[in-house]
């Protein structure tokens, strides 16, 4: 329906700012959340252009795991990055534009949407769409040649991500250890606490409070001293 | 009638969209991460909502799943941060912290 472009047009909108918010912010939490939203929102937009299955990837992976697994990788390094000096800024900038204005100068030799002649149509993709509803008996080619056709492909997709996985996770740590073991942080505003789970002893005293001091101190990005104190106050 | 309808689901889900860029204005300018989390929170049950009305608007009932999908997903993530400001780590059992916040001297 021609009437989604609008819809469309504030989902790409959306995007940019979210994308340049990501940027310019020095809160490595605030980014995590923004990159949730990104991949939020970017799902959406795949809901709009009819692409369902890949807006169901994005979400699963994009906002779900991945939201986890940054926030595993913030436990091992500083709560705020550090602004990069203008010159060296200049080299990624370049490289960027002149990708994008490659992918800019690809897109006139794209076949166009739908297009019967293009060679995603004209070689196996005929015999897929024939004969997947007599040999496999399932509506959908995509879970088709995903399951069936290629079946040893994904399988041996799926033992590489699960490596990818295994890895990952001896990586972050994430049974508690991660406090202890984290590479020499160069903020002041890292807790030097290990986690509860990797102290194996009761809490200390103040362990009622809703956080520990350094904590609070995260909590406010401008470290506005009164607000934090407002926040908890009323929060008991 | 359906003409209408069309047009009034197309209506809300702009409407939706448009909320959904207020909560990316607190989200960036939130002044503390709890805002931010808020925003984040209601930004993704927008989008949830927005997904259904689109199903309606598009009249393919496919992305249902995928807004049930990210409300479970929401939800974990949500779990996930505040576990990982409270405990600073995400291998916690919530019930077994829960016991030894109660009473500091358990075990």
């Given at each position: 329906m021609a009437s989604t472009i609008l819809l469309d047009i504030g989902f790409m909108a959306m995007l940019v700012v979210v994308a340049f918010a990501i940027v310019r912010l020095r809160s490595l939490f605030a980014i995590v959340m923004l990159q949730g939203v990104y991949s939020l929102v970017s799902a959406a937009w795949f809901v709009s252009l009819d692409a369902v299955d890949v807006a169901f990837t994005e979400a699963a992976v994009g906002a779900g795991v991945s939201t986890v697994l940054m926030l595993a990788a913030m436990l091992l390094a500083d709560r705020e990055s550090r602004p990069v000096p203008l010159g060296r800024q200049i080299g990624p900038l370049l490289i960027v534009v002149f990708a994008g204005l490659a992918m800019f100068y690809a897109v006139g030799d794209m076949p166009a949407?739908?297009?019967?002649?293009s060679p995603a149509n004209s070689y196996v993709g005929h015999d897929y769409l024939d004969r997947t509803a007599e040999?496999?008996?399932?509506?959908?080619v995509v879970t088709a040649v995903l399951a069936s056709y290629r079946g040893y492909d994904t399988f041996g997709e799926a033992v590489v991500v699960f490596a990818a996985g295994l890895g990952v996770l001896l990586l972050l740590?994430?049974?508690?250890n991660a406090g202890r073991w984290r590479?020499?942080?160069?903020?002041?505003?890292?807790?030097k606490q290990a986690a509860p789970a990797a102290r194996k002893r009761p809490l200390p005293?103040?362990?009622?409070?809703?956080?520990?001091a350094p904590a609070a101190t995260i909590m406010t990005t401008r470290a506005k001293k009164p607000a934090a104190k407002k926040k908890k106050g009323g929060s008991s | 009638m359906e003409y209408f309808m069309s047009y009034a689901n197309l209506g809300v889900a702009l409407f939706l969209l448009i909320s959904m860029a207020m909560m990316l204005g607190r989200l960036l300018l939130g002044p503390t991460l709890y805002d931010r989390l808020l925003a984040v929170n209601s930004f993704g049950t927008k989008t949830v909502l927005f997904l259904c009305v689109f199903c309606l608007v598009i009249d393919r009932p496919d992305g249902v799943d995928i807004a049930l999908l990210y409300a479970l997903m929401n939800f974990i993530a949500t779990i996930a941060v505040l576990k990982f400001f409270r405990y600073?780590?995400?291998?916690?059992?919530l019930l077994e912290s829960h016991i030894t916040d109660r009473d500091g001297a358990a075990e």
């Amino acid at each position: 329906m021609a009437s989604t472009i609008l819809l469309d047009i504030g989902f790409m909108a959306m995007l940019v700012v979210v994308a340049f918010a990501i940027v310019r912010l020095r809160s490595l939490f605030a980014i995590v959340m923004l990159q949730g939203v990104y991949s939020l929102v970017s799902a959406a937009w795949f809901v709009s252009l009819d692409a369902v299955d890949v807006a169901f990837t994005e979400a699963a992976v994009g906002a779900g795991v991945s939201t986890v697994l940054m926030l595993a990788a913030m436990l091992l390094a500083d709560r705020e990055s550090r602004p990069v000096p203008l010159g060296r800024q200049i080299g990624p900038l370049l490289i960027v534009v002149f990708a994008g204005l490659a992918m800019f100068y690809a897109v006139g030799d794209m076949p166009a949407y739908g297009d019967a002649h293009s060679p995603a149509n004209s070689y196996v993709g005929h015999d897929y769409l024939d004969r997947t509803a007599e040999e496999i008996h399932i509506p959908n080619v995509v879970t088709a040649v995903l399951a069936s056709y290629r079946g040893y492909d994904t399988f041996g997709e799926a033992v590489v991500v699960f490596a990818a996985g295994l890895g990952v996770l001896l990586l972050l740590g994430l049974n508690g250890n991660a406090g202890r073991w984290r590479a020499k942080p160069n903020g002041v505003r890292v807790s030097k606490q290990a986690a509860p789970a990797a102290r194996k002893r009761p809490l200390p005293a103040d362990a009622p409070q809703p956080m520990s001091a350094p904590a609070a101190t995260i909590m406010t990005t401008r470290a506005k001293k009164p607000a934090a104190k407002k926040k908890k106050g009323g929060s008991s | 009638m359906e003409y209408f309808m069309s047009y009034a689901n197309l209506g809300v889900a702009l409407f939706l969209l448009i909320s959904m860029a207020m909560m990316l204005g607190r989200l960036l300018l939130g002044p503390t991460l709890y805002d931010r989390l808020l925003a984040v929170n209601s930004f993704g049950t927008k989008t949830v909502l927005f997904l259904c009305v689109f199903c309606l608007v598009i009249d393919r009932p496919d992305g249902v799943d995928i807004a049930l999908l990210y409300a479970l997903m929401n939800f974990i993530a949500t779990i996930a941060v505040l576990k990982f400001f409270r405990y600073r780590a995400l291998d916690v059992s919530l019930l077994e912290s829960h016991i030894t916040d109660r009473d500091g001297a358990a075990e």
